[in-house]
């Protein structure tokens, strides 16, 4: 079976970090590049990293720069999201996707004190 299960999200402080997960299976993971999007309440889904299939380049949107770290392992079919100094504008369900359409269910992600 094709899918994404992310995993990983939940209530973090102002300053905090967490780390999320993306299991893929039912395809070749390492022949994609993959990426990690947001949608925030009331908002539209917006691309926050990419990563290529080998892990070689990473692209982030501004807003995360400096801050989040896109990663994955091959050999485990998993791509992480490494978030530090977590603000409360990144509040969303956190997806992940290869380069074809496919979708998880997302993990929540909630930033408030």
């Known amino acids: 079976q094709v899918q994404l299960v992310e995993s990983g999200g939940g209530l973090v402080q102002p300053g905090g970090s967490l780390r999320l997960s993306c299991a893929a299976s039912g395809f070749s993971f390492s022949r994609y590049a993959m990426y990690w999007y947001r949608q925030g309440p009331g908002k539209e889904r917006e691309l926050v990293a990419a990563i290529t299939r080998g892990g070689g380049s990473t692209n982030y949107a501004d807003s995360v720069k400096g801050r989040f770290a896109i990663s994955r392992d091959n050999a485990k079919n998993t791509m992480y999201l490494q978030m530090n100094s977590l603000k409360p504008e990144d509040t969303a369900v956190y997806y992940c996707?290869?380069?074809?359409?496919?979708w998880g269910q997302g993990t929540q992600v909630t930033v408030s004190s």
């Open positions: 996707k290869p380069d074809f359409n496919l």
